[in-house]
């Protein structure tokens, strides 16, 4: 379904809306189509919050490029982008991007390794 609406418009409101559109796309579990938001959307993976500095506040980037890339199996690739969101989401002090269930003060890489 989403795989067919028009493109996000490229501007100041790009990287949220790209990743709200992403957002519904995985959680309709619409393969079709994953590939563009995550595209677009690769290149601002080590980005802070996309709503920064402004009244929406939004996980970063690069956990929606860990979701989309978990869609088509790509689970590599997807626990690069949630340990990025993680250590994005510490820089930052918000719980926003950090990984489910990882306690305080553990990376989300020491916690896949020692799981």
């Known amino acids: 379904m989403l ?5 996000v418009r490229p501007d100041h409101f790009f990287k949220v809306f790209a990743t709200f559109r992403a957002m519904t796309m995985v959680a309709l579990g619409e393969k079709e189509g994953a590939e563009e938001p ?5 290149p601002y993976r080590h980005a ?3 709503s920064s500095g ?5 996980r970063p980037v690069a956990y ?12 590599a690739e997807a626990t690069e982008h949630f ?6 989401a510490q ?6 991007g950090r990984f ?14 020692h799981g």
């Open 3 to 7: 795989a067919r609406a028009p493109p």
């Open 38 to 42: 995550y595209a677009a959307l690769l």
């Open 48 to 50: 802070p919050p996309p």
């Open 54 to 58: 402004s009244t929406v506040a939004i």
């Open 64 to 75: 929606t490029l860990g979701e989309l890339a978990r869609l088509p199996g790509r689970d």
């Open 83 to 88: 340990a990025r969101a993680d250590a994005i």
């Open 91 to 96: 820089q930052w002090n918000t719980a926003l």
């Open 100 to 113: 489910p269930g990882r306690p305080q003060g553990v990376s989300y890489v020491e916690q896949e390794r």
